[in-house]
Nanobody, 123 residues
Framework: QVQLVESGGGLVQAGGSLRLSCAAS????????LGWFRQAPGKERDFVAA????????YYADSVKGRATISRDSAKNTVYLQMNSLKPEDTAVYYC????????????????WGQGTQVTVSS
């Protein structure tokens, strides 16, 4: 099992940037694919980005493509989500997740979750 703890959320103006971090502990970090999801009030949890266990492959939701970059640092057991050109519609709780199967965009297929970090983008 792996434990995930997100940080880096906050209040930012539209057009600004944030870098979210997710620190992992527990079983071998490098075995897991890692992803970011987000959930706005009253809405379904949506896929944002994911990175393979090796770090060699990434994929993004269309809504953030070109504005988001996911990366991982195995030495620090941490995955990052850099978000630029933030929009009010990016406002949500952002969750870090881990699983063994690469390519899933459905949050129900991910095994491990952090507690989430709030991102609020003001217009």
């Amino acid at each position: 099992q792996v434990q995930l703890v997100e940080s880096g959320g906050g209040l930012v103006q539209a057009g600004g940037s944030l870098r979210l971090s997710c620190a992992a502990s527990g079983r071998t970090f490098s075995n897991y694919n890692l992803g970011w999801f987000r959930q706005a009030p009253g809405k379904e949890r949506d896929f944002v980005a994911a990175i393979s266990w090796s770090g060699s492959s990434t994929y993004y939701a269309d809504s953030v493509k070109g504005r988001a970059t996911i990366s991982r640092d195995s030495a620090k057991n941490t995955v990052y989500l850099q978000m630029n050109s933030l929009k009010p519609e990016d406002t949500a709780v952002y969750y870090c997740a881990a699983n063994f199967v690469y390519g899933n965009r459905d949050w129900k297929l991910w095994n491990y979750w952090g507690q989430g970090t709030q991102v609020t983008v003001s217009s």
